[in-house]
């Protein structure tokens, strides 16, 4: 049937091919002609008498560039006499609507002029034909087609329209001709650069650009793209650059390297070059030596053809050009869209569709037809300029293309669309004038070989959205041409149709890097992630580590000294959940440095840790704390009490009823609005608007009240502690620890109430927030472990020195009571025996009678008589034994005497008598042979002794209602000369003094001291024959009498020993 209706049509072509361009030329066919001054079309009668008016249309296309003969130019002249046979033979073509041109009796004819790109060379062609004179065989045009660029085409537009003669264009899509005051008679069958421009925009914004730069040529056509492109991108929010250059640039010139160079500057990664093939070479050569090639870079040529761009684009091997081709793409309008891959010396023979459904389709189907008609071909050769000869490249015999370019159905559009507006014109009157011609185009609305042809009645152009266009991907070809150069393939990858891009299946965009990965539109953003630094994360955990250290070392001296009563008195468990608060709370600096890379999980985990470390450890460590000042409190408000008692169920007790309330806000925080790592950026942006700067942080929103409650919750017992410990201000515990527990709450308080503000204001800076949250930590954890631990630590070690004081002071004591008891057993004569150990007894049975309630002075005295009154002995021998025996018993009371006194001194006084304590120590390991026993105070134990009170009754009675500190007290009791009886600690510290210092005196004699008492148990009880061997050697009684002028002088300094004790015990 299809081959049917070919024979046919091919031998209708034969017949009626060239008719009507004979019928101008041959008058023999003529048989009358009539013609009007207002009109360019003829009426011509032949002689079979059918009658038709004759209107030439004048192609000016672009054949050449006047050099170099354009490639697949021919292939527009093919569609516009294609177009021309089917107008004037309807019922041929298998395009046109043949009813809507029944009854249509104008016919075509055309003459092709060749413009070479050149507004000087198409106005001078067209000028010519203006001056001709019109005649039957000479016409002037009744329309003009063409022409290519639109420099071309504007001062010809001028030129028709000063002459009333319709112009449309096949390709010309500079927005100026849309001005009708300047073109009035100008139309196209191809959308305007706004169309187009539109077109590409939507492209870039498909790919994700935000920033595109514009490389064009400053002729009608580049101009009025750029504008058109930039008016358009900055609707959707895209940001351009433009830089331009002349047409006449050539590639020896620095004009387009300028031009690259300044988009170079941009930094933009996306070019929309609007362009010629003169201009491809130089571009691409300038782009290369600046680095804008590549995988990283996209460029798009509106302006190029494939054929055109087939037949320039080969470079040698291993170029520059060769390598950085590859990758851009080909931006054209197309009147058919085939998803056919162009190779640069095979024809691809795309299959006809049986029967063809678009106007495309049925193009190609009339093209194949008519090429394959030898009548057609020759009637084409011979339609073509004469100046062709003389152009390079041309050959007369040249095969056709078999396929139409994206411009043949255009123009093939054109063509028809003309004759249509003549045949609606002359309906209404014989000879046919131009602007009615045009007036009926601008209302047109056919379906062409290009698809639905709609015309803008206000501006004369197609409408875009019934256009199509394509992107063509340049690729390698695996094959060099016939002198070894690099060619191309031309893929079509999109295209666009009805509003929007496709993609073609099975053939992708293949990018600069041979990779299929779109290039980002602008280089990565230098963001500034504003991380914490490795010197601050350092610093954190270095302040961690002391943290963590102290509190270890703090815990391992607690367990070694766990049984000492400086640690029982303030309570193992009070100073063991310091140890541990302050390590938790260490702990939370670990998370607070967490940041990228770490997972998103894992930081929104690490958020809601911080809290939890902290105010866990917090609560650790300050129940104690507060159970402690509360028991101060108490005692402020009971002046009666002595010690302080915090027992192990109080601390627990407060441990759980702020540990519970903490908790009741962490829970719920954690499961309705946990805090999560959050990215955010700051207002400081690039050249290209976009933010350089962000910061990370835990953030919710939903989480402030939670935030708010723990605070308030916290700050608000802190605050009741501080209160209380204000308060108790003047009472002194032992080791004062009252003022210590004040102190370190206070410090911590004062961490609070600074660091939170400074937090807020540095939030948005992690380095800076980081400092002050683990300084935060570290001032509050360590603040706690140094006032709490450090006082202790110099307690014990200052009872340690002192017990060593006290044992020195000790054997010292022991060794004047061996030199009173040597000197007693040394004295010849009895009764001063006698009488020194009643004196020893008399003094020391009032000592014990005043220091030593327990023992009362009948006692004493009994238990000296019954060693002072036994009957005399009855020999010598006997009688020396009596008087060794009776001095020992001296010794021994006055020795006891001493160590009632100490006890009674150390349970008077207001702290601790160590000394006290080892002088009893040393006379009881003397009275009971040496062995020795402790005597320490155990009141009191596992609570703090009260030193002063400032709402006692002592202070009531000095001061009246007045509270003053231990000191302020001390010193009105000093300036009223207070009676002895009131104890005075300075005092008492100013005795010990003197006693240290008379200690360091007789250090050289403890060396003889030790092998002294060591020796005495011996000397206790001479035997009778030691007496006798000493009163018959002279020698040994002048040893003896030595040893007694000694003892003698040691005992005058322990009679003062003596007299002091006894006044510190009367004290």
């Known amino acids: 049937m299809q081959a049917d209706g070919a024979k046919r049509r091919l031998q209708a072509a034969n017949e009626t091919l060239d008719y009507f361009d004979r019928l101008r030329t041959d008058s023999s066919l003529v048989q009358s002609i009539q013609g009007s ?181 400053t002729d009608a056509y580049g101009s009025a793209l750029q504008k058109a492109f930039q008016d358009a991108a900055a609707e959707v929010e895209i940001v351009t650059s433009s830089v331009a250059f002349s047409y006449s640039a050539s590639a020896n010139g620095v004009e387009i390297e300028n031009a690259v160079a300044s988009l170079a500057n941009t930094s933009f990664r996306y070019f929309y070059a609007i362009c010629f093939d003169s201009h491809f070479e130089p571009i691409m050569t300038a782009a290369d030596e600046r680095h804008m090639t590549g995988k990283d870079f996209l460029w798009i040529f509106p302006g190029l053809d494939q054929g055109g761009f087939q037949s320039f684009a080969k470079f040698p091997p ?26 640069p010396d095979e024809q691809v023979e795309v299959p006809l569709e049986d029967p063809p459904t678009t106007g495309y389709q049925k193009l190609r189907t009339a093209w194949r037809e008519a090429l394959s008609n030898p009548e057609f071909d020759a009637y084409v050769r011979s339609k073509l300029p004469e100046s062709l000869v003389n152009i390079s490249g041309f050959d007369p015999t040249a095969i056709f293309g078999p396929e139409p370019t994206q411009w043949s159905s255009i123009m093939y559009d054109a063509v028809t669309a003309l004759g249509i507006s003549m045949c609606r014109a002359g309906a209404e009157t014989e000879f046919i004038q131009g602007p009615s011609i045009f007036e009926y185009f601008r209302n047109l609305t056919f379906d062409g070989a290009s698809g639905t042809v709609v015309i803008d009645p206000e501006t004369g152009t197609r409408n875009y959205t019934s256009f199509t266009y394509a992107i063509w991907n340049v690729q390698n070809y695996d094959k060099l041409d016939d002198q070894g150069r690099v060619q191309f393939q031309l893929a079509p990858t999109n295209y666009h ?28 953003v230098n963001m500034d992630m504003n991380y914490i630094g490795n010197a601050g994360i350092i610093v954190g955990y270095v302040l961690m580590a002391i943290i963590m250290l102290f509190g270890l070392a703090a815990f391992v001296w607690l367990c070694w000294f766990h049984s000492n009563k400086v640690v029982i008195s303030s309570q193992p468990l009070f100073l063991l959940m310091v140890c541990i608060g302050a390590f938790v709370m260490a702990a939370t600096i670990i998370p607070l440095s967490l940041q990228e890379p770490i997972s998103e999980s894992g930081l929104d985990a690490a958020c809601m840790s911080g809290p939890w470390l902290y105010v866990v450890g917090s609560v650790i460590t300050f129940s104690p704390l507060f159970a402690k000042t509360r028991g101060i409190h108490n005692a402020y408000k009971n002046p009666q009490l002595d010690f302080i008692h915090v027992t192990s169920l109080d601390i627990f007790i407060t441990l759980g009823v702020i540990l519970g309330l903490n908790l009741a806000v962490l829970i719920p925080w954690t499961i309705i609005a946990p805090l999560e790592w959050t990215r955010t950026l700051r207002d ?126 000790g054997a010292y004591n022991n060794f004047q009571a061996r030199a009173k008891s040597k000197q007693a057993f040394d004295d010849d004569s009895d009764e001063l025996a006698v009488e020194n150990a009643a004196a020893a007894h008399v003094s020391n049975g009032a000592a014990k009678e005043d220091c030593y309630p327990k023992k009362s002075s009948s006692t004493a005295e009994a238990t000296a008589s019954s060693e002072f009154t036994k009957p005399p002995p009855q020999d010598a021998a006997e009688a020396d034994g009596a008087a060794t025996a009776a001095s020992v018993a001296a010794v021994g009371v006055a020795v006891v005497g001493l160590t009632a006194a100490n006890s009674n001194d150390e349970a008077d006084s207001s702290s601790p008598n160590r000394r006290n304590s080892f002088r009893s120590s040393i006379s009881a390991r003397l009275l009971h042979g040496g062995a020795m026993k402790s005597d320490e105070n155990t009141e009191g134990v596992g609570g703090i002794k009260i030193l002063h009170n400032p709402r006692s009754s002592r202070n009531e009675e000095k001061c009246g209602a007045e509270e003053v500190s231990r000191e302020q007290l001390a010193s009105l009791e000093d300036n009223e000369e207070i009676d002895d009886e009131h104890f005075d600690e300075n005092e008492s510290m100013a005795v010990d003094d003197e006693d240290e210092a008379d200690v360091e005196e007789t250090n050289i004699q403890q060396d003889v001291m030790g092998s002294d008492v060591e020796g005495i148990s011996e000397k206790d009880t001479p035997a009778d024959d030691e007496v006798e061997t000493r009163d018959a050697s002279v020698a040994e009684e002048k040893k003896d009498e030595h040893q007694v002028n000694d003892a003698a002088t040691i005992g005058d300094g322990g009679n003062n020993e003596e007299e002091t004790l006894s006044e510190q015990s009367k004290e």
Request: proline share 6%; with cysteine.
């Open 684 to 809: 400081s942006t690039d050249t290209f608007g976009r933010p350089v700067e962000s910061y990370g942080a835990c953030t919710n929103e939903n989480a402030i009240p939670f935030v708010v409650v723990v605070l308030i919750l916290n700050v608000g017992v802190l605050m009741l502690a501080n209160w209380w410990a204000y308060m108790s201000r003047n009472i002194e515990t032992e080791y004062h620890e009252s003022r210590y527990i004040g102190i370190s709450m206070a410090s911590v308080l004062q961490a609070w109430c600074m660091g939170v503000p400074i937090l807020i204001v540095v939030w948005d800076n992690p380095s800076a927030k980081f400092f002050v949250e683990a300084g935060i930590v570290f001032v509050t954890a360590l603040a706690v472990l140094l006032l709490i631990f450090i006082p202790k630590v110099l307690a014990i070690r200052s009872e340690r020195i002192q017990k060593a004081q006290e044992e020195k002071r």
């Open 497 to 524: 149709q009805d509003g929007e891009w496709k993609a073609v299946s099975g053939i992708p965009f293949i990018y600069g890097d041979n990779s299929t990965e779109v290039p980002e539109a602008l280089p990565p």
């Open 318 to 343: 291993g170029s520059a050009l060769a390598s950085v081709t590859q990758g851009i793409g080909l931006l054209m309008p197309t009147g058919g869209f085939l998803p056919v891959v162009l190779k």
């Open 37 to 217: 001054n207002e009109s360019n079309v003829f009426v011509v009668t032949d002689t079979a008498g059918d009658s038709y008016r004759l209107a030439d249309i004048s192609g000016f296309l672009p054949f050449s560039n006047g050099r170099r003969l354009r490639p697949t130019v021919e292939n527009e002249a093919i569609a516009s006499l294609l177009a021309i046979y089917h107008f004037n033979n309807p019922e041929t073509s298998p395009i046109l609507n043949a009813q809507e041109l029944e009854g249509c009796n104008v016919r075509l004819t055309t003459e092709f002029f060749d413009t070479q790109f050149s507004p000087i060379n198409s106005t001078r062609r067209f000028t010519d034909v203006l001056l001709r004179n019109h005649s039957l065989d000479n016409p002037l045009p009744a329309a003009v087609v063409g022409a290519y660029r639109s420099a071309t085409t504007s001062p010809l537009a001028i030129l028709t329209g000063v002459n009333n003669i319709p112009q449309v264009s096949y390709a010309s899509t500079s927005t100026d001709f849309d001005v009708k005051e300047q073109y009035p008679y100008f139309g196209r069958t191809v959308p305007s650069t706004l169309g187009e421009a539109r077109v590409a925009v939507r492209y870039f914004k498909d790919l994700g650009a935000s920033h595109v730069g514009i490389l064009f040529v």
